[in-house]
Each structure stands twice: as structure tokens, then as C-alpha cells.
Nanobody, 115 residues
Framework: QVQLVESGGGLVQAGGSLRLSCTAS????????MAWYRQAPGKQRELVAG???????NYADSVKGRFTISRDNAKNTVYLQMNSLKAEDTAVYYC?????????WGQGTQVTVSS
């Protein structure tokens, strides 16, 4: 079992920045890929950014150049640095971890960008 706890969400003005953190506990040795997803009201959950155990990253087109995902394996933590935030970035952001064939999710953290 893996537990994920997110933090760092909040209210920010358009153009501002936030950094989300997600710390894993439990069977952390089994974690391979980690990612951030988001879900806006009335929309499906979508992938924002992912990072492999080796550090390779991928991003949704909508956040490329603005968001950066990183990972500190010593702290069992994945980060999402979000810059130049837009109103359309408003959503609940979820941390995801893959361990073997299982997907684990955090409880989500709200990010609200005011225009």
C-alpha cells in the first residue's frame, strides 16, 4: 500500500505561482512513475505532468513551458511548480503513483486562479 498526501494548493491571482508537493509513505520502494492530474468542475480528470523513476518527464500541451514536475526520491516527494497561472488552471490537483500494477491517488488539493 502507498499513501499520498498533497499540499500547497490555494488561491492565487492570474500570472502568479504555486508549488504543489506530494509525499508518499508506505511501500515507497515499489513506486515507479508519479504524476499530477487535475479535474475541473464538469470536466474529466486529465494528466498534467508525469515523471518516471529515472527522471524523464512529460507534460500536457496546455502547461508546457509554465509547469515543472520534479522528484526528490530521498524525501519520497514529487513537486509541481506552476508559474504564469491562468484561470483555466483552476481545478483540484491529484497526485498519482504507480506501484507494480496498482495506481494510488492522493486526496486532492484545490488550486483556484482568479482572473
Amino acid at each position: 500500500q502507498v499513501q499520498l498526501v498533497e499540499s500547497g494548493g490555494g488561491l492565487v491571482q492570474a500570472g502568479g505561482s504555486l508549488r504543489l508537493s506530494c509525499t508518499a509513505s508506505g511501500s515507497i520502494f515499489s513506486i515507479s512513475d508519479m504524476a499530477w492530474y487535475r479535474q475541473a468542475p464538469g470536466k474529466q480528470r486529465e494528466l498534467v505532468a508525469g515523471i518516471t523513476s529515472g527522471g524523464s518527464t512529460n507534460y500536457a500541451d496546455s502547461v508546457k513551458g509554465r509547469f515543472t514536475i520534479s522528484r526528490d526520491n530521498a524525501k519520497n516527494t514529487v513537486y509541481l511548480q506552476m508559474n504564469s497561472l491562468k484561470a483555466e488552471d483552476t481545478a483540484v490537483y491529484y497526485c498519482n503513483a504507480v506501484a507494480y500494477v496498482f495506481n494510488y491517488w492522493g486526496q486532492g488539493t484545490q488550486v483556484t486562479v482568479s482572473s
